[in-house]
């Protein structure tokens, strides 16, 4: 009998036997072949059972109740924290000379005073600080306890004070004996000889007394705490919690679209993480960790879709075009939450295209030589990247007769460092440096 259909015999997919217009089996595999079996592994995603139900409306609302009594109603304290600032920027400086009573200043001075100014540019500092804070949430008071700068200053110039940069420059190109200011020209006013001061020749200081020095040293160490009292001021601007803050996931809640995405075990806790999008308007993304219990938000990132802040005015622009970041809370002694570790990162540019206006004379003698008169116009373009990275190091309560009575102790400086020095820390810190960091070397050694 003839058959009129095939028979396959499979076993995982694999043809064992087959039968078909002969009575006899036909046999694939034959003796002592073998035949693989193994099986690829099967991945399994995580499932986790629990009894609560919450939508994700529901669950921001709460979180923004929560907010209030986690972050918005801190207890004074004293904290120890670490921050580090780097700042990297390429730029392009040209001049265009516009009106020169001496010949001294020539297209060939510019090309050269342009050539001067570095394209490109990083400094890095970073330090431990102590501060008292209050309600705000702010320093009050904070104090440097020891901290590094990596900077060179042959390489650096700031647009934020042109005038005052320019002059330096320019000194350098001037024979002894030349003395001169710069001012901006944007409001047309011009320089008098009333306005001229010899402040880029000054005479050499006299001998300081010791307590000269130490008032100065204080003032130094001062100024480096209040740098650092800014940078944590400006990480809190992008918190999801700063009132009139940059990120209004929260403050404007109902321009965003919000969805959970996961449940997870983090910090002894379930957590829910929402991923946030911008629905009308917003201009950020990102995701909330939200603990299941207290609905605290525990970590947040965030990352901006179109710039968020712009300027331009007589000849200034500037504008923000990154801005992300990445930070953990944890909870305090006090029963809120508190900011643990902290990455922000600003991206920018700038440009200056306006006039100024130098005088310059080759007399001490005022009246007994004409001042010249030099009109010309700078044009600078520079991208700016700023990255902020912080970390809380201890906090303890204080009362109020305490933060009253907190006075900080400014007798530490920055230590400037000609190359980062792995040893520098010890075991205070176990952060290690960022590559620029690592690769900096200054370009002149004392």
């Known amino acids: 009998m003839q058959m009129k259909n095939w028979l396959t015999v499979l076993f995982l997919g694999t043809v064992l036997l087959v039968w078909g217009q002969t009575k006899e089996p036909v046999t694939v595999l034959g003796t002592g072949d073998t035949l693989d079996l193994s099986i690829a592994p099967i ?31 801190q207890q004074p304290q004293e904290i120890q924290y670490f921050i580090r600032r780097s700042d990297y920027t390429q730029q392009n400086t040209n001049f265009t000379l516009k009106k020169s009573t001496d010949p001294s200043f020539n297209p060939t001075f510019f090309k050269n005073l342009a050539q001067s100014i570095p394209t490109r540019s990083d400094v890095h500092k970073e330090g431990i600080f102590r501060a008292a804070i209050g309600n705000s949430n702010t320093g009050l008071q904070t104090e440097l306890v020891k901290g590094m700068i990596l900077e060179d200053e042959d390489k650096t110039f700031d647009i934020a004070n042109i005038e005052e940069q320019l002059e330096k420059k320019i000194t350098k190109g001037l024979e002894a004996g030349h003395f001169f200011k710069v001012k901006s020209g944007v409001f047309g006013k011009k320089l008098k000889e009333d306005d001229f001061e010899f402040s880029s020749k000054k005479a050499k200081d006299s001998a300081k007394t010791p307590e000269q020095l130490t008032q100065e040293r204080i003032k130094r160490s001062a100024g480096q705490a209040m740098q650092a009292q800014g940078w ?10 700063s009132e009139d803050g940059q990120v209004d996931v929260f403050e404007n809640y109902k321009k965003y679209r919000f969805q959970i995405i996961d ?70 002694t006090q029963g809120g939450y508190q900011l ?27 009246g007994s030589k004409k001042l010249n008169e030099v009109d010309f116009k700078v044009n600078f373009k520079a991208t700016k990247q700023e990255e902020f990275t912080y970390l809380l190091q201890t906090q303890k309560p204080l009362k109020s007769e305490e933060i009253s009575a907190w006075k900080p102790n400014h007798q530490k400086e920055w230590t400037k460092l000609n190359s980062y020095d792995k040893s520098f820390w010890g075991p205070a810190l176990q952060l290690p440096p960022n590559e620029s960091m690592e690769a900096f070397k200054l370009s002149k050694v004392n």
């Open 43 to 73: 991945s399994l995603n995580e499932v986790v059972l629990s009894n609560k139900k919450i939508g994700v409306d529901e669950l921001i609302s709460k979180a923004r109740v929560a907010m209030k009594k986690h972050y918005l109603s």
């Open 232 to 241: 944590r001021k400006e990480m809190e601007e992008a918190a999801f919690f």
């Open 263 to 332: 449940y997870r075990w983090y910090q002894n806790d379930w957590v829910y993480v929402v991923r946030f999008e911008p629905k009308s308007g917003a201009s950020f993304n990102g995701t909330l960790w939200i603990n299941e219990t207290d609905y605290a938000v525990v970590q947040y990132k965030f990352n901006n879709l179109k710039p968020i802040k712009s300027f331009a005015l007589l000849g200034i622009a500037y504008k923000v075009t990154g801005y992300k970041g990445h930070y953990i809370y944890k909870p305090n």
């Open 340 to 366: 643990h570790v902290g990455m922000l990162r600003k991206e920018a540019w700038v440009r200056v295209d306006r006039p100024l206006s130098m005088m310059e004379r080759k007399s001490r003698t005022i």
